[in-house]
């Protein structure tokens, strides 16, 4: 259970006439497709659960050998292996079942790159009973999140390279200039958002902030990347890190700041102040809903996120009041997910 928050919304008026057909005639596809949606997951969580990928890692194999191996009943594993060709983790070529380049890149415990952590925590049984004592008691859970494996995924990402760019020159950042800007991507994740810049202009220095498991896929990244001499890496919690005064010339938040308190928030952006050289530049990368904004993306993250950190996606006019108070001018939105907000020269 995570809060992704890298999705585009509806404006209330579109959503509020999607929703008003359900108001009129009784819609049974609403409540097939629901329980429906939950069963696929489950499926893979079996899957990584019996462990059926690794003995496929060295090739082709039929259900009875992946039965054994798994400790399985071996009719039962020949529908788990069909449904999970079906899904595209499997290929079937006869009676034999082989691994695709997403399963054996993701879903193989022995690999660095393995994310069944991640899908197991996000599908566990358990973190929806405890969101359900939540829902009762007002009580957020705090589930420990393997957020180096979310890292891999979003590492692979292709779709989040060209986004990137978008944002960086929505933000008014020629990323093609070849000039010296030091960026500090804070709580980075894999980084892919401000690497993306440095591979345009080399000489772009990239700060990283996130914990050691994660930093290790940045630095993973950065060499498929090619840019590793242009990336250094601070392991530490982002709330603690000491940063001297005017380092940096942009820092990027991206996908961070809804999981933080109003109180963490304004002290960050304090502190992001003194960081930031005179015009410097901040950039917030995370859904900015407004209130009382019916959206299915906005509406489930936003239950997730009050469930499990007792946060939720504030509104840019939050934000600016913060940033304002900080002293940041010119403070922009500049889309639905990203702000921008300046220090004065
Ligand atoms: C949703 S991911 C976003 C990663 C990346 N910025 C992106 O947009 O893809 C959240 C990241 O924040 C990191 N994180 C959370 N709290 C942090 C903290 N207090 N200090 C440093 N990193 C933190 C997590 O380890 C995780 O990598």
Not at 98 to 114: G, H, K, N, R
Not at 226 to 255: A, K
Request: hydrophobic share 40%.
């Amino acid at each position: 259970m995570s809060a992704q928050t890298s999705e585009n919304f509806k404006t209330p008026d579109e959503e509020t006439s999607a929703s008003r057909k359900e108001l009129q005639y009784p819609n049974p596809l609403l409540v097939h497709k629901f329980y429906r949606e939950g069963l696929k997951p489950q499926i893979l969580r079996m899957a990584l659960l019996l462990n059926v990928f690794s003995p496929l890692r060295d090739g082709p194999q039929n259900a009875k050998k992946v039965a054994k191996a798994c400790n399985a009943n071996e009719t039962g594993m020949s529908f788990l292996l069909d449904s999970l060709c079906a899904f595209g983790f499997l290929d079937k070529n006869k009676q034999e079942y082989q691994l695709t380049a997403t399963s054996s890149m993701f879903l193989i415990p022995e690999q660095a790159s393995y994310v069944g952590n991640w899908v197991l925590e996000q599908t566990n049984p358990t973190i929806f009973l405890n969101m359900l004592d939540t829902l009762r008691n007002g009580e957020p859970f705090f589930p420990n999140m393997p957020w180096h494996e979310l890292a891999w995924l979003e590492s692979y990402d292709t779709s989040r390279f060209d986004e990137s760019l978008e944002m960086w020159e929505i933000a008014g950042i020629d990323v093609n200039k070849q000039n010296e800007v030091r960026i500090g991507d804070l709580a980075c994740g894999c980084g892919i958002t401000s690497f993306a810049y440095a591979s345009c202009n080399k000489y772009a220095q990239i700060t990283c902030v996130d914990n050691q498991k994660v930093l290790d896929v940045a630095q993973n990244l950065a060499e498929r990347m090619d840019i590793t001499s242009q990336v250094t890496y601070i392991p530490q919690n982002l709330h603690d890190v000491e940063f001297v005064d005017r380092c940096y010339d942009i820092v990027l938040l991206s996908n961070i700041t809804n999981f933080f308190s109003p109180e963490k928030n304004i002290d960050l952006f304090q502190r992001l102040y003194s960081a930031l050289e005179h015009n410097g530049q901040l950039i917030i990368n995370v859904t900015m809903a407004p209130p009382n904004m019916i959206n299915e993306h906005v509406n489930l993250y936003s239950l997730i996120l009050w469930a499990i950190t007792g946060t939720s996606f504030y509104h840019f006019d939050l934000y600016k009041d913060w940033l304002s108070a900080a002293g940041f001018v010119e403070v922009k939105l500049l889309s639905n997910l990203w702000l921008s907000a300046k220090k004065a020269m």
